[in-house]
């Protein structure tokens, strides 16, 4: 992974999975339907992109009428983060239970900034100024 892929898309896709609260797969997007691309189109402006919802299968996840939409390369780019939380899970030698468990130990290896703000923010770190 270059540097360029990893400020822009893999960086990105780690604040958002320590935002959600969980590490999305591809089964977790659809693609927009033709209304709701209007929709996207009015709202933020005409792309040549594919357009993706994150549903996941938790109902809290969202609140009514909200919607999660990722462009087809930053959906893309949570695989690499994925990648990235497994690497390090694996030379840790530790053994994870779960995906939260993977998380939490990720969170208290990368810098503060991937996790600030949500609960898996490490107690006792000074927050960046």
């Known amino acids: 992974m270059d540097l360029h892929e990893f ?3 893999t960086s990105p896709a780690l604040l958002k999975i320590f935002e ?3 590490i999305p797969t591809k089964d977790d997007f659809c693609e927009l339907t033709p209304t709701l691309y209007q929709k996207y189109y009015r709202e933020v402006g005409q792309t040549n992109e594919r357009i993706f919802m ?3 299968d938790d109902p809290n996840f969202q609140q009514p009428g909200e919607m999660r939409v990722v462009t087809e390369k930053e959906m893309l780019s949570f695989d690499k983060a994925k ?3 497994e ?3 694996s030379e840790s030698k ?4 779960n995906e ?3 998380l ?3 969170a208290s290896v990368l810098p503060p900034v991937f996790s600030e703000g949500t609960k898996y923010q490490v107690q006792g770190r000074k927050k960046n100024k």
């Open 100 to 102: 939260q468990e993977k």
């Open 7 to 9: 400020f822009f898309l």
């Open 104 to 106: 939490i130990f990720v």
């Open 94 to 97: 530790e053994t994870f239970k």
């Open 20 to 22: 959600f609260g969980f």
């Open 83 to 85: 990648q990235l939380i």
């Open 54 to 56: 994150l549903l996941p």
């Open 87 to 89: 690497i390090y899970c």
